[in-house]
């Protein structure tokens, strides 16, 4: 029977392996989410508490095998991104046993190494040995998957560059600590000159300083060498953990810290002494030593940085590296440990000098160690309030007058723990106001700006609660921090509330995982006004003139989620404006009001294949787009015939300052939205009509598909889509796309994001045709720049070569056959779950692989199969004739669907 509890008292060897592991998996963005949300909702203080609350939910453990190829049943499939997963013993216990039935078959599959013997009470049992074979079973997993999963981890774009730089600010910064050390070292010297007796205080400082020398001279010698050997740093030589010199160093630290109260009174009757010299050299000391001592910490912040842009697939240092970052992260906490128990008796005596209204059951010296001191506001404009932070009980206090200088300069934060803080070096009387038990916080509210709001239950079981504001960003982080650690909830404003879209709970996947191809579609390039602003690259080559004024309106690497899910607006986006380009670079924006519909004429739908004229009937909702593009927005509406259903509002921005030419668009579009409107098939978007009133050309009317595109419906869901559901998906695009071909409609722009998931998590084929009226607009000879972020996903021959005499090849046209060949690039995206060329960050370098006959690599046999890869190679032959056509493709598609289906049930 297991109890769910985690080892009281781990041992060393298990916070060092802890610390190994997280690392890692912190890079795997398919278990972030997890991560993720035991820290927000447990708040674990170590490395090892955090990989515990994270394993424990179970659930989380089946994301890594199904990395593997080895899906959960639907029956054990979860999401992390719920708010509160709720999950009971019982089901813990369940998912985790899923978890070791699922590692013993892959250890029969042989696609991984027999190992430990797994029990549910390993897990949840609260003994050591047990959590330390959880461990080793997931470093095992960990080792299967990075031989088998190039690009498993994902790292910034510009990781190298910033762990250079990181690097290279650890040398910088290890210099001047050199430095500083010989210059306070001069320092107590000149001070202890004919003192007699020494102080003990400063003598501390003077023998400890040919130690730290001799240490950090070496430690920089040791940074100069690995600075150029970079992904190969031997940190255990560098910073010499098992050697003599860093056990001395360590020590030495420790003794002056334990001396730095007594130092700096010392230092301050100095400061007024009658020789100025003495008095400059004091003024030295108290500037540099309480700096010296946080050089551990420093070590560790930036050692914690590098680690964070280091793959282990990399670096053949990564362990190490892992195991001086917790070397050094137990000295720190260790050293700040004993400052802050110092601090706290040095509180004791002044307490017992400032109070002044007290009650009498609160002792300070019982309330355990002081964590913080510092000056806090109770409102806005309010006196500061002397409040201390210990580890059982919170204390807020008035004061009388303040008798620090007007003229002082600002306290430094962080408030380091061996310094006493702002309140406890003023003089005033204190008055107690709250005593607030640290048990008793119930809730933390934060807020975007400078406010901490604390909730808790008062002796007499009311609710209570009390705001505090800072002066400064360190000051508002710093107490974040430390009540976080004793409030069991804490609320961070979502983002709708957040005054800047940037703060507040980290989203599940970031740009750096946009960066690295994985569960990312292309959607990063296509709204470009909300990534980069007007002033984006786009939009100033479009402003010298670089892009045609005949640019297409319907490039298709603006097609996110057209008729999908709601996206963040940019605030660029504003309600009934069409932005057109001048000859400068202003941008002068026309309101058009809506048209009112006939009123003598009501609506009749006389033709179930004409195209509805819905102007009049559509209302949009909100005041900005639901998504935009640099072509094209899409609102949310409700249209009046079906008032209890959202509809999506596909609206095109003018480009075209020719007459003849937007003539010709009209006319164009026209044609291409009534071939739509008789379109009738269940994986193809329905187009319910148009609508004159939204923008300068008909704007198309759908509905409203809340699932959003398949890329993005796989970033939400794809930890939990078996081999077999991708391929069910696939079936659903072949059939639509069979359709479209049979009704000679070429798609020519077949990409995840153009394909669409219903409520009832069906495939919906949509913006087909559109890149026909490309080429028609723009020629053919600029369809390699119209296609844009497709070029992923694009027919290899669409992309026009240059010949030797540096002219350039007509380019093919779009046919049936480049979907087939997309219709491949697509297999490969939902199989895999990642991008193609999702190893190549910029468009342009896919064009170059493309110009040189590269196709996308190969991902795992347990992602595509021998079967599946063959597939994939025939839809993306060179000769197009050699591609198989829709009807072979739903054949083929569907007979490895069959297949799958067979395995699964001969497997579960």
Not at 99 to 119: A, C, D, H, S, T
Not at 327 to 354: A, P, V, W, Y
Not at 783 to 812: F, H, K, M, N
Not at 835 to 853: M, T
Request: glycine share 6%; proline share 6%; with cysteine.
């Amino acid at each position: 029977m297991s109890f769910l509890q985690a080892p009281k008292a781990p041992s060393n060897h298990l916070r060092r392996e802890s610390a190994r592991i997280l690392p890692r998996l912190r890079l795997i963005i398919e278990f972030r989410p997890w991560l993720e949300y035991a820290k927000r909702t447990k708040h674990p203080t170590s490395s090892f508490a955090l990989l515990w609350e994270t394993f424990a939910l179970g659930a989380s453990l089946a994301t890594l095998l199904d990395l593997l190829g080895s899906p959960p049943p639907r029956d054990l499939q979860i999401d992390a991104d719920k708010s509160d997963l709720g999950l009971g013993l019982p089901h813990r216990e369940k998912y985790f046993t899923n978890f070791i039935q699922r590692i013993q078959l892959l250890e029969l599959q042989n696609k991984l190494p027999f190992g430990e013997v797994l029990r549910v009470q390993d897990l949840f049992g609260g003994t050591n040995s047990g959590f330390a074979k959880v461990l080793k079973t997931v470093e095992r997993v960990l080792n299967a998957l990075q031989d088998s999963f190039p690009g498993l981890f994902v790292l910034p774009k510009d990781a190298k560059l910033q762990r250079q730089e990181y690097v290279q600010e650890l040398l910088d910064s290890e210099q001047a600590h050199v430095a500083t050390l010989r210059m306070a070292g001069d320092s107590a010297e000149l001070i202890s000159e004919g003192a007699q007796p020494l102080n003990p205080c400063l003598e501390c400082l003077i023998v400890n300083r040919t130690v730290l020398r001799q240490y950090h001279d070496r430690v920089f010698r040791s940074l100069e060498d690995a600075v150029q050997t970079p992904l190969n740093e031997d940190w255990d030589e560098i910073f010499a953990f098992e050697d003599d010199a860093r056990k001395d160093a360590v020590g030495a630290y420790r003794a002056i810290c334990a001396n730095y109260l007594g130092l700096a009174d010392i230092l301050q009757g100095h400061l007024d002494d009658s020789q100025p010299l003495l008095a400059s050299h004091a003024q030295i000391l108290l500037n540099n030593v309480s700096v010296l001592l946080t050089r551990i910490s420093t070590y560790y912040s930036l050692l914690e940085k590098i680690l964070s842009v280091t793959s282990p697939a990399e670096s053949s240092t990564y362990d190490s590296l892992c195991s001086a970052v917790f070397q050094l992260q137990e000295t720190s906490e260790n050293l700040d440990e004993m400052g802050h128990l110092l601090r706290t008796m040095r509180s004791t005596r002044i307490f017992k000098g400032r109070a002044f209204t007290w009650r009498a059951d609160i002792d300070p010296s019982e309330l355990g160690p002081l964590l913080l001191d510092d000056l806090l506001a109770l409102d806005a404009a309010g006196t500061p309030h002397a409040v201390f932070l210990f580890e059982m009980m919170l204390l807020c206090c008035s004061e009388g007058v303040d008798a620090r200088p007007a003229d002082a300069e600002p306290y430094a934060y962080p408030v380091r723990a061996w310094d006493l803080g702002p309140a406890l070096q003023r003089t005033t009387p204190l008055n107690l106001v709250h005593a607030i038990p640290t048990p008793r916080l119930k809730l933390l509210r934060l807020s975007d700006s400078d406010t901490l709001e604390l909730e808790w239950i008062d002796e007499r079981n009311k609710p209570r609660a009390l705001e505090f504001y800072t002066t400064c960003a360190e000051q508002y982080d710093q107490w974040r921090v430390a009540l976080e650690m004793f409030a069991p909830s804490v609320y961070t404003p979502s983002p709708s509330e957040r005054s800047s879209p940037d703060a507040g709970e980290p989203r599940i996947l970031s740009d750096d995982e946009d960066a690295g191809g994985r569960r990312r579609s292309h959607a990063r390039s296509w709204s470009l006004v909300a990534r980069k602003g007007p002033r984006s690259e786009s939009s100033s080559l479009c402003q010298e003139g670089c892009i045609s004024d005949q640019e297409s309106l319907l490039s298709p690497n603006l097609l996110p989620r057209f008729f999908g899910g709601s996206q963040d607006v940019s605030p660029l986006a504003i309600n009934t404006m069409f932005p057109r380009h001048l000859g400068t670079n202003e941008v002068v924006g026309f309101d058009v009001p809506p048209t009112p519909p006939p009123e003598s004429e009501p609506y009749v739908e006389a033709d179930s294949t004409a195209l509805l004229d819905l102007t009049g009937h559509v209302r949009r909702d909100g005041s900005y787009p639901q998504a935009h593009g640099g072509f094209a927005d899409v609102w949310r509406g409700v249209w009046d015939r079906q008032p209890d259903r959202w509809v999506a509002i596909k609206v095109l921005r003018s480009r075209l300052d020719d007459p003849q030419m937007e003539a010709k668009m009209n006319k164009r579009l026209a044609r291409e939205l009534g071939v739509w409107k008789r379109l009738d098939h269940k994986h193809v978007l329905k187009l319910l009509g148009t609508v004159s009133d939204f923008g300068p050309y008909d704007s198309m009317v759908c509905p409203w598909l809340e699932q959003g595109s398949v890329s993005k419906y796989m970033e939400r869901r794809g930890d939990i889509l078996s081999m077999t559901d991708r391929l069910q998906l696939l079936c659903e695009v072949a059939e639509g796309l069979h359709y479209l071909h049979k009704n000679s409609i070429v798609h020519g722009d077949l990409t995840g994001s153009n394909i669409l998931i219903d409520d009832e998590h069906k495939v919906q084929l949509c913006d087909f045709g559109l890149s026909t009226i490309v080429v028609e607009i723009c020629g053919t000879s600029s369809l390699t720049s119209c296609i844009g972020g497709a070029v992923r996903w694009a027919d290899a021959s669409l992309y026009s070569l240059s010949t030797e005499d540096g002219e350039e090849q007509p380019t093919p046209a779009i046919t049936t056959r480049s979907d087939i060949y997309s219709f491949g690039s697509v297999t490969l995206e939902i199989l895999s779950g990642r991008i193609p060329y999702h190893y190549l960050r910029s468009d342009a370098q896919v064009v170059i692989e493309i110009h040189k006959g590269n196709k996308p690599r190969r991902p795992a046999q347990s992602f595509v199969t021998d079967t599946q890869w063959a597939f994939i190679q025939r839809c993306w032959a060179a000769e197009s004739d050699a591609r198989p056509d829709a009807a072979e493709v739903v054949r083929s598609i569907q007979a490895l669907h069959r297949a799958s289906l067979e395995f699964r049930r001969h497997t579960y």
